[in-house]
T-cell receptor
Framework: NAGVTQTPKFQVLKTGQSMTLQCAQD?????MSWYRQDPGMGLRLIHY???????DQGEVPNGYNVSRSTTEDFPLRLLSAAPSQTSVYFC???????????FGPGTRLTVT | EDKVVQSPLSLVVHEGDTVTLNCSYE??????LLWYKQEKKAPTFLFML????IEKKSGRLSSILDKKELFSILNITATQTGDSAVYLC?????????FGKGTRLHILP
C-alpha cells in the first residue's frame, strides 16, 4: 500500500512551458485534492474531485487544469507556467465519509 | 466565502511552557475541523473534531471545538523542542477542506 504518490519531486520550468504534476493513490479514496503552499502561507486549495469524472475549483484555480478519469489518478496541469506558480504542490486523498486526509510527499516547482 | 483564520501567526516560547493556538472559521455545511502538524514535509494529522465541547487528547496535545462560536483551540503542555513546527487548522465543508495560514511555533531550549 503506497498511499499517495506524487511525481516528480522537483521540477524547474521556464516561463510559458507546460507540464503535468502526477498524483496517484491506491486506497480507493473517492476524494482527491491539489494544494499549493507558499512561504508563510498555509495550504491553498487549487482543485478538488469527489469522484471519477467530477472536478471542481478551489480557492486558487487560475492557471491550472485537472481531470479525474480514474479513481486512482488526479493529474494537475500547468498550461503556461508563470513565476507566480513557483510553490510546493501537495496532492491529498480521503474517503468520502471524511476522517483523515492523506497527503503525498509534495512536488517543489520553480518557474524561472 | 469559506475561510479559516489562525492566531497567532507565530509564537516563540521556552521549553516547558504551555501554548494555546487559536482557529476560527466560517464555512458552508461544516462537517469537521482538523489540526495538522507540519515540519519540513507534508502535514501530519493530529486531530479531527466534529462535536462541540468534547476534548480530544493525545499525550501533551489536546483540542476542543466550539461550534456555536465557530472556534477551536489546540493546547500543547510542557512543550519540547520537538514541538517546533507549523500547526495548521483546516475545516471540512461542502466536500472540500480549506486551511488556515498556520501558526509557526518555535520552542527555545
Amino acid at each position: 500500500n503506497a498511499g499517495v504518490t506524487q511525481t516528480p519531486k522537483f521540477q524547474v520550468l521556464k516561463t510559458g512551458q507546460s507540464m503535468t504534476l502526477q498524483c496517484a493513490q491506491d486506497m480507493n479514496h473517492e476524494y482527491m485534492s491539489w494544494y499549493r503552499q507558499d512561504p508563510g502561507m498555509g495550504l491553498r486549495l487549487i482543485h478538488y474531485s469527489v469522484g471519477a469524472g467530477i472536478t471542481d475549483q478551489g480557492e486558487v484555480p487560475n492557471g491550472y487544469n485537472v481531470s479525474r478519469s480514474t479513481t486512482e489518478d488526479f493529474p494537475l496541469r500547468l498550461l503556461s507556467a508563470a513565476p507566480s506558480q513557483t510553490s510546493v504542490y501537495f496532492c491529498a486523498s480521503r474517503h468520502y465519509k471524511g476522517l483523515e486526509q492523506y497527503f503525498g510527499p509534495g512536488t517543489r516547482l520553480t518557474v524561472t | 466565502e469559506d475561510k479559516v483564520v489562525q492566531s497567532p501567526l507565530s509564537l516563540v516560547v521556552h521549553e516547558g511552557d504551555t501554548v494555546t493556538l487559536n482557529c476560527s472559521y466560517e464555512v458552508t455545511n461544516f462537517r469537521s475541523l482538523l489540526w495538522y502538524k507540519q515540519e519540513k514535509k507534508a502535514p501530519t494529522f493530529l486531530f479531527m473534531l466534529t462535536s462541540s465541547g468534547i476534548e480530544k487528547k493525545s499525550g501533551r496535545l489536546s483540542s476542543i471545538l466550539d461550534k456555536k462560536e465557530l472556534f477551536s483551540i489546540l493546547n500543547i503542555t510542557a512543550t519540547q523542542t520537538g514541538d517546533s513546527a507549523v500547526y495548521l487548522c483546516a475545516v471540512d465543508g461542502d466536500d472540500k477542506i480549506i486551511f488556515g495560514k498556520g501558526t509557526r511555533l518555535h520552542i527555545l531550549p
